[in-house]
């Protein structure tokens, strides 16, 4: 089943070159979106692996794509992904008997939709349109996973599995695009209007492997990072190797810092439970940060990576710094009297769809874009739910001592903290984010059902 439904979504390479920048991205959005339902139906299992997998290589594929046919501003490839994360919306009869599991999402779908609700007044249905399927879509992979709760152990392998792998995809393809650069990526480089991914030459590239950009390459890898160190055991060091050279090659510093709070607290969460293994996770950690640091300082990548830690001491010739520190200072007063909020779409790359000529693509906060977007109540609506998730997924003892949890708490923290540079809660980079509070979810009901089936037959747990 796997090798037909990976032909049957890379099957518009055989269309060659008919059709130009239309039929293939169609045929691909067409064939991807119906292997998709296929699965859900099928295999949740399997359309999960699917799913997941096209958020990590779409961007790579469209890419190839466009050597041939050309650029083309409108990515129509990106919608796969995007599309197939919103089957399990569709999916919603199949999981009735689940509501309870992720009804604490509901607040999350509400705000958004409110802010759509708005962004289609103030800003135009386009562009609040596809900004909603932005924040939504990484929701639809929390809501199957959470659906599937029943499956919670074949889901959880399934989840580490490709994060493993994908891991090791990242990683060699990245040391490939910065010693080679391969022609799609110089292609795409030359022609995307995007100003930091650095040189379009070998060497001189800021790494962003299979993904659009360094911005929604570092956070994903970091994920995985998090998730792999915890829980595959041995085989998985090799993978965290490449994993931390991709992170450092991505040359994202927020990830960098993100990434210490993040064993911070896998190393806390892991010490409460089980204070040997994690003097052990210390060492293996320990050892591989040594290693790597060995194979980067006899290679060229030291300069290049030095010269990035070097811009954290010296914040007069910071520029992105100083950008952020400037966004700060003109907003921060602002948007504590948001309350209605500007709308879905008013801020980021959906504005490019305004047509407006003031359109400002980027905007670096998170924690500015929510109560901007949604108003004040709006983004409390919207966060609160995942803040309650993770402080009673700490304070479970169940999930406190399960590493799958354990690693999902890690990501769920991290993203929080790098909120402050970016919104890691909506577009390609968040559905890391939310694949762990599927997780959560999941595995919350899963331990309470066996807790309840043990309290119902004390003597199945003496058997």
């Known amino acids: 089943m796997n090798g037909f439904i990976l032909v049957l979504t890379l099957s518009p390479f055989l269309i060659g070159d008919a059709g130009g920048q239309i039929a293939k991205p169609i045929a691909f959005l067409f064939l991807t979106c119906?292997?998709?339902?296929?699965?859900?139906?099928?295999?949740?299992?399997?359309?999960?692996?699917?799913?997941?997998?096209l958020w990590f290589l779409v961007p790579f594929i469209r890419r190839v794509f466009d050597l041939s046919s050309g650029y083309s501003e409108m990515n129509i490839y990106g919608l796969a992904p995007v599309i197939v994360s919103l089957l399990p919306f569709i999916a919603l009869a199949r999981l009735r008997g689940s509501f309870p599991v992720w009804n604490p999402l509901l607040p999350s779908l509400i705000a958004v939709t409110y802010g759509w609700v708005i962004g289609v007044v103030a800003v135009g249905p386009a562009p609040a349109t596809f900004a909603l399927t932005q924040w939504v879509a990484p929701l639809g992979l929390a809501l199957h996973i959470a659906g599937c709760w029943q499956e919670y152990d074949q889901i959880r392998k399934e989840i580490v599995r490709v994060f493993l792998w994908a891991l090791v995809i990242l990683g060699?393809?990245?040391?490939?695009?910065?010693?080679?650069?391969?022609?799609?990526?110089?292609?795409?480089?030359?022609?995307a209007p995007i100003n930091s991914i650095g040189q379009p030459h070998p060497f001189k590239v800021r790494v962003f492997s299979t993904m659009n950009s360094p911005m929604v390459l570092a956070p994903i890898v970091l994920a995985g990072i998090l998730l792999i160190f915890n829980t595959a055991g041995r085989i998985g060091w090799i993978s965290?190797?490449?994993?931390?050279?991709?992170?450092?090659l991505s040359l994202v510093r927020s990830s960098w810092g993100a990434l210490v709070v993040g064993f911070a607290v896998l190393w806390m969460l892991v010490f409460r439970y089980q204070p040997a293994r994690a003097l052990r996770m210390g060492v293996v950690g320990g050892i591989l940060i040594a290693l790597l640091s060995t194979v980067i300082v006899a290679t060229p990548l030291f300069d290049k990576i030095q010269q990035r830690f070097d811009t954290l001491d010296s914040y007069e010739h910071d520029v992105s710094f100083h950008a952020r520190e400037r966004l700060y200072a003109q907003l921060s007063e602002e948007v504590m009297f948001e309350v209605v909020g500007r709308g879905l779409g008013a801020v980021g790359i959906s504005q490019a769809l305004s047509g407006s000529s003031n359109a400002n693509t980027t905007f670096d906060s998170g924690a500015l874009e929510l109560p901007l977007v949604?108003?004040?109540?709006?983004?409390?609506?919207?966060?609160?739910?995942?803040?309650?998730?993770?402080?009673?997924?700490?304070?479970?003892?169940?999930?406190?001592?399960?590493?799958?949890?354990?690693?999902?708490?890690?990501?769920?923290?991290?993203?929080?903290?790098?909120?402050?540079?970016?919104?890691?809660?909506?577009?390609?980079?968040?559905?890391?984010?939310?694949?762990?509070?599927?997780?959560?979810?999941?595995?919350?009901?899963?331990?309470?059902?066996?807790e309840n089936k043990l309290r119902q037959n004390p003597r199945a747990d003496s058997i």
């Open 172 to 191: 060699i393809y990245g040391m490939v695009q910065y010693a080679l650069l391969p022609p799609w990526d110089l292609y795409w480089m030359t022609h």
């Open 34 to 53: 119906s292997a998709g339902l296929y699965l859900i139906i099928k295999s949740p299992s399997l359309y999960l692996r699917y799913a997941l997998w």
């Open 374 to 450: 949604l108003g004040i109540f709006g983004s409390f609506l919207y966060i609160t739910p995942f803040i309650l998730i993770l402080v009673s997924a700490v304070r479970s003892q169940h999930l406190g001592r399960d590493p799958t949890c354990q690693s999902a708490i890690a990501v769920m923290a991290v993203y929080f903290v790098q909120m402050i540079f970016a919104n890691r809660l909506a577009g390609p980079a968040s559905f890391a984010f939310f694949v762990m509070v599927g997780l959560l979810l999941a595995a919350k009901r899963h331990f309470w059902q066996q």
């Open 240 to 248: 965290v190797g490449f994993g931390l050279a991709t992170l450092l």
